[in-house]
């Protein structure tokens, strides 16, 4: 018989409020092989904790149960007390009885009581046939792989590099610098982001540590934390960065002219083109898209200017594999692509209906109009300027049901640039809720109501041109009467989502998104950076909507955790792993089928049967690749698969023990 000690947790009124604590302590005492039973306010505290290891070591415990919050709030912390008392951290049993039980039956005390006596019941029977798991060692290779060069994986890059170790920063345009690069001034300071962002892009190009790959995409993920081997698609730019000086000289003689994205289509590029000026790297790519040379088999012009003979029409695309500890997911974000969603806003029909990223660039002195504000339909300047608020966002119906943040406060930072640059000009702002949670930012938009921004609570219903007017139809919800604006332009501001390609990202990385494609972070709270598989970790609006500052804070803290992970020659592993009895194996291969981490693989076994030496194939698992899901073991038709700490024998104690059996 085992000598089990079990720990009731109060969590103040959590689950003191709702359970009978003394009651459950009295009952499980009763259990068998319980021989310590006892409560504390906060078991997770310092005095709790000592309360664990006291226990172990005066009652002579070899199995703990703590009944108390979520395992994944906790476990971690308990397994340590456990380890200081003297046990193997994993013979310990976690009890939910906070999430499990107090929480959904706070109008029911007594089932409450009577449920956390069975939750730790079971728990306890399970205790019962735990066994010890011994961590495993791996080596770790000292190596980052950021995927994303916006300013989270530019700053990532800069803060791992410059504790010592190698990056390799790789972005799928052909310059660093993400959204950021777009913008003219950020709030509240109203600092030039140009200013900001272009010499971080400089330093992160020149650091001696950081190797930037543009015009990259990663293509495959393998192996495990400390050890992955990535494969990353180079796309052919038919320039050679070896010999190319950036001069110039090709994208001025080319005579093809195409909408440039950069611009979000308002003014022209190249077929060959520098993205902007301050690009980096500072040298251009060739469009195959709209290069006639590959579209029509002639032109060469470029080819014929160049003083350097950079262009290479036979470039092809490249595979380069890297060996890397581990990887940052820095993807980014896009606008939500709303056109046809919210057709009654004229949003792509009437060109006077922008977008707040097409006035970023209008007002930007870099941008096509040279940072004047215009009316894109005729080039006069406007008097009348509406913005319109939670454009997609906060929309359950047509958008998403969440705030992406920092629209409130570009807005405010707009109408001001709006009144500051024209004179005498009108601003009207549509809005649901103003929200400005950020250090200066209440004081930002009170500034921008101060310097005459009139804004209205309320839907905008309608925009339809009248005239030389854009009308725009609405309520104001606090007088309770409909609202008409002639106004000259109407800004949109356009919720914040994943970027296009971050489900596919997700599915190479082997990681989880929420149901708006966000990455999944491993734990809101604790681990906002990390994912649920080990050594993939997150930076930026990847993860959910973001201001700069925000995004900054997240990739520094990331790039804190990855230090953290390399700065060690070896690592452990967690042992919550699976593994296969190959004489039980069938061969069928659905595990490897349905495991999401691609942790098993087909292995080729020999063996004697009947005297004869026979081959087969069985599964295997790689431990250092498995996160303990489970999905192996329960999709195993030959019951060849145990999950180590949840074992079918310790699974079906805990059922025996629930059902009375």
């Known amino acids: 018989m085992h000598r089990i000690g079990v720990f009731v947790c109060w969590c103040g009124s959590n689950i003191g409020g709702v359970v009978d604590v003394p009651r459950v302590v009295r009952e499980v005492a009763k259990l068998p092989g319980v021989v310590y039973s006892t409560d504390y306010k906060y078991m997770c505290s310092e005095p709790g904790q000592g309360m664990i290891i006291r226990a172990i070591r005066e009652h002579r415990l070899d199995r703990v149960v703590v009944a108390s919050c979520s395992p994944r709030l906790h476990e971690d912390t308990f397994r340590k007390a456990v380890l200081l008392g003297g046990l193997n951290p994993y013979l310990l049993e976690m009890a939910n009885i906070r999430e499990h039980c107090s929480w959904v039956h706070q109008n029911d005390p007594e089932k409450a009581s009577e449920k956390a006596v069975a939750i730790i019941r079971r728990a306890v029977a399970k205790a019962a046939r735990l066994e010890p798991l011994v961590q495993k060692r791996i080596p770790v290779t000292r190596r980052v792989l950021v995927v994303g060069g916006g300013i989270a994986g530019i700053q990532a890059a800069l803060d791992i ?132 040379f590959f579209t029509q088999g002639k032109c060469r012009v470029c080819e014929k200017v ?134 200066g930012y209440e004081e930002f938009y009170l500034r921008a109501l101060h310097e005459g921004a009139q804004y209205i609570r309320g839907r905008v219903s309608k925009i339809y041109p009248e005239e030389k007017k854009l009308i725009v139809k609405g309520a104001d919800t606090l007088l309770g009467r409909p609202v008409e604006v002639a106004a000259d332009l109407v800004v949109l501001a356009t919720a914040m989502i994943p970027s296009q390609d971050a489900a596919k990202v997700a599915r190479v990385a082997g990681i989880s998104a929420d149901r708006d494609g966000f990455f999944l972070e491993a734990h809101p709270k604790l681990r906002p950076v990390e994912t649920n598989t080990a050594g993939i970790f997150l930076a930026g609006t990847c993860q959910g909507p973001k201001d700069i500052p925000d995004t900054v804070a997240h990739a520094g803290a990331a790039a804190a955790k990855i230090c953290t992970l390399l700065a060690r020659p070896e690592m452990t592993i967690e042992p919550v792993a699976a593994e296969v009895n190959q004489k039980l194996c069938t061969g069928c291969l659905l595990c490897r089928d349905v495991c999401p981490y691609r942790a098993v693989e087909a292995k080729e076994i020999e063996e004697k049967k009947n005297g004869v030496l026979q081959r087969r194939v069985v599964a295997e698992v790689n431990s250092g690749l498995c996160q303990g899901c489970g999905a192996c073991a329960a999709g195993c038709r030959s019951g060849a698969i145990d999950l180590k700490g949840f074992t079918n024998e310790q699974l079906a104690a805990e059922v025996a023990a629930l059902c009375g059996w």
């Open 161 to 292: 590099a410059e504790a010592g170790y190698d990056v390799v920063l790789a972005e799928k345009q052909p310059t660093i610098g993400g959204k950021m690069v777009l913008l003219d001034k950020t709030f509240p300071t109203l600092d030039c982001s140009a200013c900001i962002s272009t010499p971080k892009m400089v330093s992160v190009a020149r650091h001696p540590n950081v190797l930037l790959l543009t015009c990259a995409e990663v293509e495959e993920i393998r192996g495990f934390v400390g050890n992955f081997n990535v494969t990353v698609r180079l796309k052919a730019i038919s320039v050679d960065y070896d010999k190319c000086t950036g001069c110039g000289t090709c994208w001025e003689k080319c005579p093809t002219k195409v909408p440039n994205e950069f611009d979000l289509g308002m003014s022209y590029r190249k077929a060959i083109y520098l993205p902007f000026a301050q690009a980096m790297p500072n040298k251009p790519v060739i469009d195959r898209e709209h290069c006639r």
């Open 306 to 439: 160049c003083p350097a003979q950079a262009i290479n029409y036979a470039d092809q695309d490249k595979f380069v594999t890297l060996q890397v500890g581990a990887v940052l997911l820095a993807t980014g974000y896009e606008l939500f692509d709303w056109a046809s969603v919210y057709g009654e806003y004229g949003y792509g029909r009437y060109p006077d209906v922008i977008t707040g990223l097409h006035f970023e660039r209008m007002v930007n002195a870099g941008g096509p109009t040279g940072g004047k504000i215009v009316r894109p339909s005729d080039g006069t300047e406007p008097k009348t300027v509406v913005f319109v608020q939670c454009v997609g966002s906060r929309d359950e119906a047509k958008g998403k049901e969440y705030c992406s943040r920092v629209c409130c406060m570009y807005t405010a930072k707009q109408a001001h640039q709006v009144l500051e640059k024209i004179p005498g000009a009108e601003v009207y702002v549509f809005y649901i809720d103003v929200r400005c949670a950020g250090k």
